[in-house]
């Protein structure tokens, strides 16, 4: 653990106000070095909430600040990550701050597992689909154009008869 050049208890106060708020809002931004430390311990309670078990819910209320917080970590933001093991969260590095040029980041909550969901499902549904949707309008196209094709010739026909 890093220790964020500050003494132990004031470190771990710290990270555990990050961690709550993370996990209240969803995203927050910190310096690099900071949101490291808070992505390593928000994954860890959001394993806890999918533990789902009394003496989980009792390990994140020992540590989240909020009891709110810990009701939303258990009843919406675990069950979310169910078919994940880990990677709940990214850091997205923003360039230097202003004032002191200290290494800024994003850290938050990823949404992709409902998206990633989806997209399988679409794409082997498309791809039956399409395979069988295609050969029965390639056959109508040629039926509409063997159709269509012997109804132009007449036209022209009697032009050249004229």
């Known amino acids: 653990m890093r220790k964020l050049g500050r003494k132990t208890d004031h470190r771990l106060s710290m990270l555990r106000g990050q961690v709550t708020f993370l996990l209240e ?3 927050l931004e910190t310096t690099a070095t900071r949101a490291k430390e808070v992505k390593s311990l ?5 394993t806890l909430g999918k ?3 009394l003496a989980s ?5 020992a ?8 009701k939303k970590l258990f009843d919406e933001i ?8 880990g990677g709940y969260t990214r850091v997205i590095l923003t360039g230097p701050r202003r004032g002191d ?10 949404e992709e597992d409902k998206k990633e969901e989806k997209k399988p499902a679409k794409k082997a549904a498309s ?4 395979a069988k949707k295609a050969a029965p309008k390639t056959e109508e196209k040629t039926e509409e154009v063997a159709t269509e094709a012997p109804a132009e010739e007449t036209p022209a026909e009697e032009a050249k008869a004229e």
Do not use: C, H
């Open 127 to 130: 791809k039956k689909t399409t």
């Open 101 to 110: 040029a200290a290494e800024m980041a994003i850290i938050e909550l990823v």
């Open 78 to 85: 675990a069950p979310s990550y169910a078919g994940r093991t």
């Open 57 to 61: 819910r009792r390990q994140a209320l």
């Open 51 to 53: 533990k789902n078990t």
């Open 25 to 27: 809002k969803g995203r």
């Open 42 to 46: 928000a994954e860890k309670m959001i």
């Open 63 to 70: 540590f989240i600040t909020k009891e709110d917080v810990v």
